[in-house]
């Protein structure tokens, strides 16, 4: 067994590639009891995979689809993924999402240049976990963070989520649950099984009813990060 600690789950993850040798490094644990999840994907499926699919090699055939594979499996345990750049500052997670190329990593970049790296960390650039867990909800990052590989091991409060649109000049405004339900739908693995269905929209339900959610236009600047972060931090926060 190759035991991993991912998203609070002990995950058993077999690979034989580099890329997700590299990007499981930081979860490897040495001894987890039984696992949570056993993930193997199989030569033959790989290999078919690359003949579909342009511009894949057997590496990012078994990190796309091991991770496909977590992703599927973790609704069983009251989470999902939701696809956004996810930053950590003063030990909470704001997640961004939006569709490809609207600037998602190019948002949570400027916090680091506005806060600093030091105190703003990227939990992961692409596909970060959600967990309602019985403390509270938490964001997770994984090994599966897209193209810029940007991720670290850690949980975090998750206090907010902000759906991103392009704009001439920087607004920010709170929405309902109800009203962001079809974006946030749109954006994380949506499973063919209705029973898994069934458990993605009964978290996405209490998430949506326990975390702030905003829509976001922005320039790309400094000045949308500080009105982002002002707008989204909890009451507590300095």
């Not at 997640?95 to 600037?103: C, M």
């Amino acid at each position: 067994m190759q035991l991993h600690k991912i998203a609070g789950l002990t995950v058993d993850l077999g690979y034989k590639y580099d890329r997700m040798k590299k990007q499981a490094a930081a979860y490897r644990i040495e001894n987890g009891g039984k696992p949570d999840l056993t993930i193997y994907i199989s030569d033959e499926f790989l290999e078919q995979k690359c003949k579909e699919i342009d511009g894949f090699d057997l590496g990012l055939c078994e990190y796309v689809y091991t991770g496909s594979v977590f992703y599927t499996g973790l609704l069983q345990f009251d989470g999902f993924m939701l696809h956004s750049s996810a930053v950590l500052m003063d030990g909470n997670a704001y997640l961004f999402s939006a569709s490809s190329g609207v600037g998602k990593s190019t948002h949570t970049s400027l916090w680091q240049q506005a806060f600093g790296k030091d105190r703003a960390k990227i939990l992961n650039d692409d596909k970060p976990a959600i967990r309602v867990e019985k403390d509270g909800i938490f964001a997770y990052g994984t090994p599966w963070s897209g193209k810029t590989d940007l991720n670290i091991n850690v949980r975090a409060n998750l206090a907010g989520i902000c759906f991103l649109e392009r704009g001439t000049e920087n607004k920010i405004r709170r929405e309902n649950g109800g009203a962001v339900l079809s974006k946030l739908l749109t954006q994380t693995v949506r499973p063919y099984d209705e029973r898994d269905m069934d458990l993605l929209l009964k978290s996405v339900d209490t998430v949506l009813s326990k975390i702030p959610v905003y829509t976001m236009s922005c320039t790309i600047s400094e000045e949308a990060a500080h009105m982002a972060y002002n707008a989204m931090k909890p009451p507590k926060a300095e």
